[in-house]
């Protein structure tokens, strides 16, 4: 079966790094993403992995490991904006032409002064 | 340009009664998605679209309707809504899916139904 799992929750300082685990099992692997929602909003695209390896944007980073089912979102130099749940996504090859998201329960992220 | 937009925002409902979400968007996305959102249950996809014309069951299709007769609507239905269908509704859009893999959906806003 399809199955993403992902802390309920964490907190970390102002100024901190904090790392998000995801670990996954599905079948089509077809990527990894990781959206910011913050509450009573949308999700919003961070980033996206498709191959090994740690992808960097910013104050961001995702890193995946397609043997172990594993990613992590890196989040450097906190700000007390960044309080928001971190949906982990795994895209799927769904019929040969789409794809379809598997999305974990989230990680509800707590940054204190 | 205002990428996906949902209509309502908020609704209440009594248990039997009917109603359409609408979702637009102005991206010229090819496929669509509607998903429910609960606590600890993360987001559920319900139904989607590939393009115009066309629609298919997602994971929790039981109790919806969805219709695409324009590429930038989707419509989904309520036919006799439930209190079980008490959640946060989000579309979404995103390009068709192409050699990189990575067609980032966009989100609407969200609808929250409540069902008495």
């Known amino acids: 079966g399809q199955n993403i799992d992902q802390p309920t929750e964490m907190t970390a300082t102002e100024g901190a790094i904090v790392q998000i685990n995801c670990t996954y099992q599905t079948s089509g692997f077809n990527g990894l993403f990781w959206y910011q929602q913050h509450a009573g909003e949308a999700p919003t695209f961070l980033s996206y992995?498709?191959?090994?390896g740690l992808e960097e944007k910013g104050r961001f980073s995702s890193f995946l490991s397609r043997s172990k089912g594993y990613s992590y979102l890196l989040l450097k130099e906190l700000q007390m904006k960044d309080s928001a749940s971190y949906l982990c996504?795994?895209?799927?090859?769904?019929?040969?032409?789409?794809?379809?998201?598997?999305f974990g329960t989230g990680t509800l992220l707590a940054v204190q002064p | 340009n205002a990428g996906v937009t949902q209509t309502p925002k908020f609704r209440v409902l009594k248990t039997g009664q009917s109603m359409t979400l609408l979702c637009a968007q102005d991206?010229?996305?090819?496929?669509m998605y509607w998903y429910r959102q609960d606590p600890g249950m993360g987001l559920r996809l319900i139904h989607y679209s590939v393009g115009e014309g066309t629609t298919a069951k997602g994971e929790v299709p039981d109790g919806y309707n969805v219709s695409r007769l324009k590429k930038q609507n989707f419509l989904l239905g309520l036919e006799s809504a439930a209190p079980s269908q008490t959640s946060v509704y989000f579309c979404?859009?995103?390009?068709?899916?192409?050699?990189?893999?990575?067609?980032?959906?966009?989100f609407g806003p969200g609808t929250r139904l409540t069902v008495l």
């Open positions: 992995n498709v191959l090994d």
């Open positions: 979404a859009s995103s390009y068709e899916l192409g050699t990189s893999g990575n067609n980032e959906q966009f």
């Open positions: 991206m010229n996305h090819e496929y």
């Open positions: 996504a795994v895209s799927t090859i769904y019929g040969g032409a789409t794809n379809k998201l598997i």
